[in-house]
């Protein structure tokens, strides 16, 4: 069986992958020697769709820095122990966590005993928390009233346009940035009522079960009638819907990213003498979230919009301003 050491820190330039089970992997060499190779190939293909990219590379990522810092697979516990302890206060607490869970996950697909789980590494963490634990930071919501004043404040160039509806449709929608990014004319079902966006992956959807997000038609702001005059003024008609714009007023043919959106966001709020330091693309969400509870809608109402398997999930969205 092949270590990972830190002689080779980089996982890029491993040639096996440390979150594939082993095993599989040598029955799949095993395999195709009477088997179509198309057939394990595709099987590898499905092992490897059990986790999203994005997992995937964040949790390379972290094996990286584990390796990077004095770490080795296969790690003892004090090994894992004493790098918790060096980045005890220096990285976040939810990083340390994911770097325990890929810390983990790299040993079980190597059929080797999880660290992670041992009595020093939980009591070390579990220090760690009680001692530089503290409050997680939340993007401050955006109000109605925050809302109307940025798009009156937009006109009709291409940009303008854009971006307000990407805004309108991210607050009224309730998407997550990457939802948002992830539109689509082929998700889009227009009616004289409104739209409904269909949503086919999303973070906590990976089965791509889907959900339906309705929004009628309505007087002065309208997410609807501002998503059809940039579709129309752009000419976009196929392929994702919010695109960069360059200088030129040039549409590109690729998507906005989830970190476009903030910066977007924040430029607008800025343009309109907000501060926009407590403001993320995430903020679009939590207003939505904070504004519908505010106004008494019942929360399964509210969870259908946004996704949420429970209340305590959405309660995290909600911004309160009074405490009582």
């Not at 966590?97 to 963490?125: K, M, W, Y």
């Not at 940009?159 to 939802?179: C, K, M, N, Q, T």
């Not at 003498?273 to 207003?287: E, F, I, N, V, W």
């Not at 399964?300 to 309660?315: A, E, V």
Request: net charge positive; hydrophobic share 35%.
């Amino acid at each position: 069986m092949t270590f990972l050491t830190p002689d080779n820190p980089h996982l890029s330039e491993l040639t096996i992958d440390p979150l594939i089970p082993a095993q599989f992997a040598v029955n799949c060499k095993q395999a195709q020697e009477g088997v179509d190779q198309d057939v394990t190939e595709e099987v590898r293909r499905l092992v490897q769709a059990a986790t999203s990219p994005n997992t995937r590379r964040a949790y390379r990522s972290d094996l990286a820095h584990f390796l990077a810092n004095g770490g080795k697979l296969p790690a003892t516990a004090v090994d894992v122990a004493v790098y918790l302890a060096r980045f005890g206060g220096k990285l976040a607490i939810a990083t340390l966590a994911r770097r325990l869970v890929a810390i983990g996950r790299a040993h079980t697909c190597q059929d080797l005993t999880n660290p992670c789980q041992s009595e020093p590494v939980r009591l070390t963490f579990r220090g760690i928390r009680r001692t530089y634990g503290r409050p997680q930071r939340q993007a401050k919501a955006l109000t109605k009233e925050d809302i109307c004043a940025v798009v009156a404040s937009l006109g009709d160039s291409l940009s303008d346009l854009r971006d307000r509806a990407l805004i309108l449709l991210g607050f009224h929608g309730a998407f997550r940035r990457s939802e948002l990014c992830a539109v689509d004319c082929k998700s889009i079902a227009w009616s004289d009522r409104g739209m409904v966006i269909t949503i086919r992956k999303s973070k906590t959807d990976q089965e791509r079960k889907g959900r339906d997000i309705a929004m009628p038609r309505g007087r002065g702001i309208c997410p609807v009638e501002a998503l059809q005059r940039w579709l129309e003024t752009s000419g976009i008609n196929e392929g994702t819907v919010f695109r960069s714009i360059d200088r030129a007023g040039r549409i590109s043919n690729a998507a906005l990213s989830g970190d476009a959106v903030g910066v977007i966001l924040k430029r607008r709020l800025r343009q309109v003498g907000c501060d926009p330091s407590d403001y993320s693309g995430h903020s679009l969400r939590a207003g939505f979230v904070t504004e519908a509870v505010n106004a008494g809608i019942p929360t399964w109402k509210i969870r259908r919009q946004t996704g949420h398997s429970s209340d305590t999930m959405l309660d995290r969205y909600i911004r309160r301003a009074e405490p009582f």
